[in-house]
């Protein structure tokens, strides 16, 4: 990823870019810790009910969101959002104030937060896709990836450094960085798509909605392609799963005197995967365009099937290293290409329903891949193994079955 590649983009992909960056960053330094928050103050109980709750309307209104992107245009959609988000941002940080404190303040805030995040989502996809030509999606998206994982990453750390005793300065600091992105939003962003009435649509919400999202159902070859989305990515939920819990019970050892126990291992592989990903993406992604797209596509699935595999079977260290750095290379080639896909199937005039559907099969792929836990009490590592070149293959077989789709352009 480098500077001159970022300066060729659209200007409304500089500034999605931006601003999903800077929120990728406030999300991640709020989001994971809320749980730790809400229990303290309120129980386990009630967190554990806040937060699903959260997640099942947040999904919901990423559906809305969608809908509403494809009725009334991308821009109102994401200027709308982001009008709510700020005001979120400034009340949590002063019902976190030295003057003020509000637990239930706060959750409501935070509820705003959680389904205005969603609700702008497809919108803003569907800008980018708007804004940019096939020939630049799978660079676009190779810059998104990379991007997200390195806030990810940043925000983590930010997080961790504040929330606990600075929450006050945390959200602050976020509320003036999302006035920030609101007035970029708002000021620099230029939607050129205009909205296609149908009849059908104009009766209500629920009965637009209802027709927009059967349209996407009706279209077999992407709603393959999201469920082998949903198969594969399931793996990738296994790690805080599944072998998260193996980790703890089957590592105990030391390498040069330091020991070695699961937890300890699990951030080796969590360390290593998001190393990969932020120093290694743009040489893996500029060696794979040497390859027609599909045959790197099926080489990144390969290798992260197997490479998830090999982290529910071996208790080797080395291999359990190994085994992560592949499936990162893996999942760094064919991301990037899944999200090209999407972009060359989805309708013009339904991109934003079309992208609410693909990240609801990427949030089913979560749940799928916690039931893996349950399951693992009546398997063996090996079986458990052999589950995930199951479940892995038929994604893989999905994907082969999609892409043959005239659509999908092959470069």
């Known amino acids: 990823m480098n500077l001159s590649e970022f300066k060729q983009f659209h200007l409304n992909i500089k500034i999605r870019m931006i601003v999903s960056f800077i929120s990728d960053i406030a999300e991640m330094s709020i989001f994971p810790f809320m749980a730790i928050y809400f229990s303290s103050n309120l129980g386990i109980a009630w967190a554990g009910a806040i937060l699903t709750l959260t997640t099942v309307v947040a999904v919901t209104f990423g559906m809305y969101g969608g809908f509403f992107a494809d009725q009334f245009g991308r821009k109102k959609v994401i200027v709308s959002g982001s009008i709510i988000q700020t005001a979120s941002f400034i009340i949590i940080a002063l019902a976190n104030s030295p003057w003020f404190e509000s637990v239930w303040l706060t959750f409501v805030m935070f509820f705003l937060l959680s389904i205005t995040s969603r609700f702008i989502d497809p919108a803003s996809e569907a800008l980018l896709i ?12 190779r810059f998104i990836y990379w991007s997200t994982n390195l806030a990810f990453s940043i925000g983590i750390i930010v997080g961790a450094l504040f929330f606990q005793e600075h929450k006050f300065e945390l959200f602050l600091g976020f509320s003036i960085l999302s006035i920030f992105t609101f007035l970029l939003t708002l000021g620099w ?12 649509k104009k009766n209500n919400i629920f009965s637009g909605l209802f027709f927009s999202y059967v349209e996407v159902l009706r279209d077999t070859c992407f709603m393959i392609l999201c469920i082998s989305t ?8 296994q790690l805080y799963g599944f072998i998260a819990v193996r980790l703890n019970e089957d590592i105990h050892t030391s390498v040069f005197g330091i020991i070695i126990d699961g937890p300890r291992m699990l951030s080796i592989l969590i360390i290593t995967n998001t190393i990969i990903v932020i ?4 040489f893996i992604g500029k060696t794979a365009q040497k390859f027609n797209i599909k045959t790197t596509l099926f080489a990144g699935l390969f290798l992260y099937v197997a490479g998830y ?11 359990l290293a190994i085994a992560i750095a592949i499936a990162t290379v893996g ?25 609410a559907v693909s990240g609801l099969s990427m949030d089913a792929g979560q749940i799928l891949g916690s039931l893996g836990l349950m399951v693992s009490a009546l398997l063996s590592n090996t079986t458990m193994a052999g589950l995930f070149l199951l479940i892995g293959g038929l994604g893989i077989l999905g994907f ?12």
Not at 130 to 141: G, I, K, R, T, W
């Open 331 to 355: 999942e760094v080639l064919f991301q990037p290409i899944r999200s090209t896909y999407v972009a060359q199937l989805a309708n013009k005039n339904s991109r934003g329903s079309y992208i």
């Open 189 to 200: 962003i230029q939607d050129d798509y205009v909205p296609q009435k149908d009849k059908k």
């Open 400 to 411: 082969f079955w999609s892409v043959q789709d005239n659509r999908l352009k092959a470069r």
């Open 309 to 319: 595999s090999f982290l529910a079977w071996s208790e080797l260290i080395i291999v």
């Open 130 to 141: 708007d804004a940019s030509s096939e020939n630049e999606h799978p660079l676009m998206y």
């Open 230 to 237: 949903l198969l594969v990515l399931s793996l990738e939920s």
């Open 279 to 282: 120093f290694a993406s743009g």
